[in-house]
């Protein structure tokens, strides 16, 4: 996202493009809500990881049942919208998160 902000927007754009993409993306993320669920307890912060797990799962699932149209229309709407400046002052935000929530399950 820093280094290729054209990139990162483009990849958003294609979010939900199709009913393949729509249903990888989403079932890495109901495995990635799961895991947090089955980490919780073992975690330095254990109601924010079954929180923040429960809602990953739920979203998913809720992302493979809507059209995939709006899906992909919203993810189109924010590539739309998103300044470059916005998408690298994120990025270092997402890294920081990334790392925050490996130190917090281990």
Known sequence: MAGCP???LRTLRQTAATRRINN???GLRL???VALVLRA???KMPAIFEIAGWFIVLSS???LVIPLRWHS???IWWADRLP???VRAISPLSVMAGIGVIY???
Request: glycine share 4%.
């Open 6 to 8: 054209h990139a990162a």
């Open 24 to 26: 990888v993306e989403q």
């Open 31 to 33: 495995l990635a809500g």
């Open 41 to 43: 307890t073992a975690s």
């Open 61 to 63: 699932i809720v992302l």
């Open 73 to 75: 229309a919203y993810a």
């Open 84 to 86: 470059i400046v916005a």
């Open 104 to 106: 917090a399950a281990i």
